[in-house]
């Protein structure tokens, strides 16, 4: 890109510098940015981030960035948030983040969101509305239209972002892409993802336990209606309700099905069905199968994609000798099969494949998943997981939840946002919070 002429300004924070080289790497050059001479500023200049959402995952994540300045801590239970409260004592604390936005906005580069799944769009657009660049854990957010809000508007501030998939920065998914991608096993129309996550069963509590004094229950639930206290519901056993999470597709969905959403070059589903237990208005449900259609893309086949929690399997795999991990994605293709999980992958006959050369790997090996992040707020370079391509991802998976939840086939219209000729899914597709929230 060549640049224009530029205006060196006195009053320049590092912050607005920050951000317009950011912009600069993603192609956007204004006038304004220009004239700032953002280009001058040097990319090991560190960040500073704000943590929202810091005990469990959330401590390992803001642990990745010690590298960098980590200037504001939230977390609405102090319990929870201790470690990362002592591990950076020199950061501010809230419990509220529209507080920290608030009081540390002009202050802050980045945020970095790690709470109940429905706490992650007002979180994370929040930030991003006032041009924060965002890593967010998966599954991006509590519904489809929370994240297409949040793929909107990181394309439309040009921020720098990453979903929480961690697993995507490994050596063994690259060189399951370049095998699938090269032609190894042929054309894929077909491709099974299990997994053994359980979650959901049982009913509401009836009992009311006093509220932790460390703990701002009200906060906790944020825009989901009011229901009182109990410890059934964290830490992390929010994943079974509704209200607050996606069960086991939410949680481990982006993680597997990342892989044929990569080597595929899948984007938005076409229709959406699903098999399992009875539904239960309250608990995510456990022992769900959920069945994708994509389209073709180019001179790619339609993929059927089927998805199997609660410790189910594809029906087939003793009878075609096919190794039945805890945990995996089988690719189908005209030529043979390979099947991977996080850390291992095979071809499949084996005795086939006995002399098969792979291609040489041709996807770069990745810097770390928080360290890309880091990399693209300060450069504009890009990240694999940024929220147009974990969006979509992201979307895929939530609507899995959606077609159970009607009890319906879904033809999806991903222009519009709409499950055609079913009203019932409107509700679940965009949801209404509780007086006070808003996206």
């Known amino acids: ?17 920050l951000r317009n080289t950011a912009l600069a790497g993603f192609g956007i050059w204004t006038v304004s940015a220009a004239a700032r001479g953002a280009e001058n500023r040097s990319p090991n200049e560190k960040l500073n981030i704000a943590g929202i959402g810091v005990g ?25 948030a201790k470690g990362s409260f002592e591990r950076f004592p020199q950061a501010k604390k809230y419990r509220d983040f529209r507080k920290l936005l608030d009081e540390m906005g ?23 509305r006032m041009g924060k660049h965002c890593y967010c854990e998966k599954p991006l957010a509590h519904t489809v239209a929370e994240v297409r809000t949040m793929i909107e508007l990181a394309n439309k501030n040009k921020l720098a972002t990453q979903m929480g998939t961690q697993i995507h920065a490994g050596t063994n998914y690259r060189r399951v892409v370049e095998l699938v991608q090269s032609g190894a096993i042929g054309p894929v ?6 997994h053994p996550v359980s979650y959901g069963g049982g009913d509401r509590p009836t009992d009311t336990p006093p509220v932790p004094p460390e703990l701002d229950w009200d906060l906790w639930l944020g825009p989901a209606p009011v229901r009182p206290y109990h410890p059934c519901y964290l830490p992390g056993t929010w994943r079974s309700w509704w209200d607050f999470g996606s069960g086991g597709l939410g949680d481990f969905g982006c993680h597997y099905m990342d892989l044929p959403f990569w080597a595929l ?28 259609e994509f389209p073709a893309r180019g001179d790619l086949p339609p993929v059927k994609m089927t998805w199997h929690d609660g ?85 895929a998976v939530l609507l899995g939840n959606v077609a159970h939840r009607v009890g ?15 009203p019932e899914a409107d509700p679940l597709i965009h949801k209404s919070y509780r007086e006070g929230w808003k996206l």
């Open 265 to 292: 070059k899948l984007r938005h589903p076409t229709t959406v069905e699903t098999e399992g237990p009875p539904l239960h208005p309250e608990r995510t449900s456990p022992g769900l199968i959920v069945r994708y």
């Open 56 to 80: 469990g995952q959330g401590a390992w994540n803001i642990g990745n960035c010690a590298g960098e300045n980590v200037v504001a801590l939230c977390d609405v239970d102090e319990r929870r």
């Open 189 to 194: 129309s077909e491709v099974h993802v299990w």
């Open 408 to 422: 319906k086939k879904l033809q999806w219209d991903h222009v519009q946002l709409k499950a055609v000729g079913c």
């Open 106 to 128: 002009n202050q802050i580069d980045a945020v970095l969101v790690a709470t109940p799944d429905h706490i992650h769009a007002p979180a994370a657009v929040a930030a991003m």
């Open 1 to 17: 890109m060549s640049h224009r002429p530029t205006c060196h300004a006195p009053s320049l924070t590092r912050r607005e510098m």
């Open 311 to 395: 410790g189910q399997r594809p029906g087939f795999l003793a009878e075609r000798k096919i190794p039945q991990w805890g945990a995996a994605v089988l690719f189908i293709g005209q030529k043979g099969m390979l099947i991977a999980d996080y850390g291992n992958h095979k071809l499949l006959p084996e005795d086939q494949f006995a002399d098969f050369k792979r291609p040489d790997p041709t996807i770069p090996d990745s810097i770390g998943h928080h360290a890309e992040w880091f990399q693209a707020c300060k450069t504009g370079s890009p990240t694999t997981c940024n929220f147009d391509y974990s969006g979509t991802l992201a979307e």
